[in-house]
């Protein structure tokens, strides 16, 4: 555990980040939650790592240095793996349909899905941000199953109203979306509704 000083005055978020395509997602979240002033707490899967290195030019010790904490995959008796520490939540971006089928089935094999399950049973805020084309019934199976049990599937889909010109823009567009449904208003988004 990677650990900087944390503060019981900040809001506390989970962000996972599994080994489906699309890190950037994960990397733009730390990276905004952190101007926002929100304590994060990372979980990076192996295949995140795999990953990071597929698509970005970051390293590891990078994205561990965009949050405030951060934890290895192995270390299941992390203070996040008990309802006891307190959170406003979790995200995960990107989230593996490996990692999503876990959550759902409450499999727990790592801290990434064990995390998630202890959202769940606490009835805090779970968003996944689910990363897969075309999806076969297991994959919608599983999502309605984390949706029975309290979870948002989130997937990373580009808004077009807004008339993006980057990829940054496409990416920013969607975390701020997804930051919304905690409340937090990035200001990364041109809202519909004539603004």
Request: aromatic content about 6%.
């Amino acid at each position: 555990m990677q650990n900087k000083n944390t503060s019981d005055q900040r809001p506390r978020v989970i962000v996972g980040i599994s080994g489906a395509s699309g890190i950037v997602y994960g990397i733009r979240m730390l990276q905004v939650l952190r101007e926002l002033k929100v304590e994060t707490h990372l979980i990076m899967s192996r295949s995140a790592q795999v990953t990071l290195a597929y698509e970005t030019d970051f390293s590891i010790a990078n994205i561990r240095d965009l949050a405030d904490v951060s934890y290895a995959n192995a270390d299941i008796g992390a203070a996040i793996s008990s309802g006891s520490f307190r959170t406003m939540g979790m995200v995960i971006a990107p989230c593996s349909m490996k990692t999503l089928a876990e959550i759902a089935t409450g499999v727990t094999s790592n801290l990434l899905s064990r995390s998630a399950d202890v959202i769940l049973k606490e009835r805090r805020r779970l968003i996944l941000m689910a990363r897969e084309t075309p999806l076969h019934l297991g994959h919608l199976r599983n999502m309605i199953s984390v949706t029975e049990a309290g979870g948002i599937i989130c997937p990373p889909m580009p808004a077009f109203y807004n008339r993006p010109d980057s990829v940054e823009a496409i990416v920013d567009h969607t975390v701020g979306r997804a930051l919304d449904l905690f409340g937090f208003d990035a200001k990364l988004l041109r809202r519909w509704g004539g603004e």
